[in-house]
């Protein structure tokens, strides 16, 4: 079991991930607060710390090279000062930008959180949520089938901010299909049926309830078959993969099914676990391991994550060592 992990492992290194979808960048920034604004009643931050990082598909990038991987971040951002930081951020994570299309029409998604006393008061959003127009449609289909000719696998990273939509959705998973290449989704509700198709699809307990306007017990498997068994039928999707929190996960082919406890950890910050989850799981799938591991390492990858403050991507030596002593 342990050559097997390690060999597992090791393919990781190198495996090309093609993540089409939001890219975003988180703001922060920290400071006291010790008195209330005589403007308005708001309390007043005396800031001293600012910080950012790579948010939504870039997060997920994040991780497949924390694993070994290559990450290919294919997205739309604006051409404004946000667009600039996000290039540095890029950049200096050892990433390349070489396939996002940068557009005067959009705006560079930027979350900046405004954290006084350890708790956040306010977010602001700077961001376009409309799907993208024809032309960018184009371009980045163009940039898309480009790096698809070297990927081993394909994340599809949905946020709800434009980039992926109901008529570039299945022309992207068409062609990876056609290529060989498995499609893994991380969706959200608007275009949930778009989706039609993938291999893998990851919806949390909320999206698949919204999505298929069902209720689910989370803790009766049953439940979660009923459900699942209705997703793949109107999804045509090979593999499902739900994560549930507290209650774990829970993966289900047309050949078997797995739930897996939610290992008990010092929760610190959920923050960012499920880009971890998806991370590992599509680099499991361009690994053929099996949907029993798969699901088994990357509930564990989304635990030991939830240990750090803040979105931090996985340790692999971590995660092998933590995997090994359970005999995953």
């Known amino acids: 079991m342990s050559q097997q992990l390690d060999a597992l492992f090791s393919g990781f290194q190198g495996l090309k991930v093609l993540i089409v979808g939001d890219v975003m960048i988180d703001k922060y920034i920290f400071g006291r607060v010790n008195r209330m604004s005589p403007e308005a009643p708001v309390p007043v931050v005396d800031a001293d710390k600012f910080d950012a990082r790579l948010g939504g598909a870039g997060n997920v990038a994040l991780n497949v090279y924390a694993m070994g991987g290559i990450p290919i971040l294919c997205s739309v951002i604006g051409t404004d000062a946000e667009a600039d930081d996000l290039r540095e951020l ?18 560079t998604t930027t979350k900046t959180r405004i954290i006084g006393n350890n708790k ?152 960012g676990a499920g880009d971890t989850v998806i991370s590992v799981a599509a680099m499991c799938l361009a690994m053929k391991t099996s949907p029993k591991r798969l699901a088994e390492l990357s509930n564990l990858a989304g635990s030991l994550v939830c240990e750090h403050t803040g979105v931090v991507p996985i340790n692999p030596n971590h995660l092998l060592q933590e995997a090994k002593a359970l005999g995953i």
């Open 120 to 271: 956040q008061i306010a977010r602001i959003d700077h961001e376009i949520t409309s799907g993208l127009d024809t032309l960018d449609t184009y371009y980045l289909e163009e940039h898309y089938n480009r790096e698809l000719e070297q990927a081993d696998v394909v994340i599809m990273e949905d946020y709800n901010k434009g980039v992926l939509h109901g008529i570039n959705i299945p022309r992207l998973i068409a062609k990876a299909k056609k290529a060989g290449i498995p499609v893994v989704v991380d969706p959200k509700k608007q275009n949930f049926d778009a989706f039609k198709g993938c291999t893998l699809f990851k919806p949390n307990l909320k999206e698949i309830k919204e999505g298929m306007g069902i209720d689910i017990n989370p803790a009766n498997e049953d439940s979660l078959v009923t459900a699942v068994t209705k997703l793949e039928d109107r999804l045509q999707n090979d593999i499902s993969l739900l994560t549930l929190g507290e209650n774990g996960v829970f993966i289900h082919s047309r050949s078997e099914s797995h739930r897996m406890p939610a290992h008990l950890r010092n929760i610190a910050d959920v923050s």
């Open 90 to 107: 890029i950049k200096k994570s050892g990433l390349t930008d070489r396939a996002i299309v940068y557009s005067q029409k959009r705006k």
